[in-house]
């Protein structure tokens, strides 16, 4: 038996946790759930991308400019 430190999930658990959702919402309303949470977490990665793109832009601003033009 391998024991895993507190905080770790196992693989175990992983299916209990699995078992649970499929009862808790049933087969037909996974997908749909599923579907949501790509949408949130692209629209997640998006937003941290603008947020970085942003920060890159106030640090480097002798950088060339997105229209191909340098910036003075």
Known sequence: MIVYPLGIVGPMEIVL??????????????????????????????GLKEVDDELNDRQDPHSERKDGEASK
């Open 17 to 46: 946790i699995a078992l649970v959702i499929l009862l808790i919402f049933g087969g037909k309303k996974i997908p749909e759930l599923m579907k949501g949470l790509g949408k949130g977490v692209k629209s997640f990665k998006d």
